[in-house]
């Protein structure tokens, strides 16, 4: 008899989710994933809560049909406005003993450390900055931390379309970098609070002064992940160790594969699913 798989799932909107998939697989590499990206319906940053929460509660039970116990939203958007009526009020309902969570709260529990003197920056999406979902989390952890906050609309049409390099790409870049720090200039750590962001790291930094750290949500997820697991030894009995990595995209796979290994560091072959 074939003992069947339950990975842990990975979703994102599109392509930014396997900049987190790729420090989950680094530091657990022996679980199975799923990987889905919902790339038709891209991007999510400027869709209303209702949207949102539909398009990810459809592609978290799509997760949860092809076995997954544990499900990651490794999307600010989705996570901000989507996870906490996901937890709530669907979970219980449909998968009381399966569970979901996002990137948000392992960034905002770290953050306050990183600060040498309290204040900090987060630079996302329009969605994720109006939700104030950072805002809301870190006041949980670190209350007396002072957070300004930067909406990018711009930065991840430019980055999707491979245009990082191009000097209408550095002009937005500079813009919304600089209209950080004039709102507080004593900012010494900044979250980039979405997970495209990271593939323009040095584009940002040329508009920092030295003492200024960014933070990639990355590593701090996988560490997150790897925290829950060890916490909840039931959940992660539950998911299969094969160290197999599967992609799934609601889109053209051929036009999937060719962007996504610019987020992943490496080639990659996905299978489209319809939803």
């Not at 990183?114 to 987060?122: A, D, F, K, P, V």
Request: hydrophobic share 35%; proline share 6%.
């Amino acid at each position: 008899m074939i003992k069947q798989k339950h990975p842990i799932g990975v979703f994102d909107s599109g392509y930014g989710g396997l900049t987190i998939l790729k420090e989950i697989v680094a530091k657990l590499p022996a679980y199975d994933y799923i990987y889905l990206g919902d790339n038709a319906r891209a991007p999510y940053g400027s869709r209303s809560y209702d949207t949102v929460y539909h398009y990810t509660l459809e592609c978290v039970n799509l997760l949860f049909e092809r076995g997954c116990e544990l499900v990651i939203l490794a999307c600010n958007t989705a996570s901000a406005k989507a996870l906490r009526t996901i937890q709530q009020k669907d979970l219980p309902k449909i998968a009381p003993h399966k569970r979901v969570l996002g990137v948000i709260r392992p960034t905002s529990e770290i953050i306050g450390h990183l600060s040498n003197n309290g204040h900090t920056g987060i630079l996302g999406t329009a969605g994720t900055v109006n939700s104030e979902s950072y805002l809301l989390e870190i006041e949980k952890f670190f209350p007396h931390l002072k957070v300004s906050q930067e909406a990018c609309p711009m930065w991840v049409p430019l980055i999707e379309n491979n245009q990082i390099d191009n000097p209408g790409s550095d002009y937005f870049i500079e813009l919304h970098t600089k209209a950080l720090l004039q709102k507080d200039p004593q900012i010494d750590t900044i979250v980039l609070a979405c997970t495209h962001y990271p593939l323009i790291v040095k584009a940002i930094q040329k508009y920092l002064p030295e003492n200024v750290k960014l933070v990639a949500q990355g590593p701090l997820v996988a560490n997150g992940l790897h925290d829950y697991l060890r916490r909840h030894p039931e959940m992660a009995s539950l998911c299969t160790r094969n160290g197999e990595v599967e992609f799934f995209t609601t889109d053209d796979p051929s036009f999937f594969d060719a962007a996504a290994s610019r987020f992943y560091g490496q080639s990659i072959q996905s299978k489209h699913v319809h939803l």
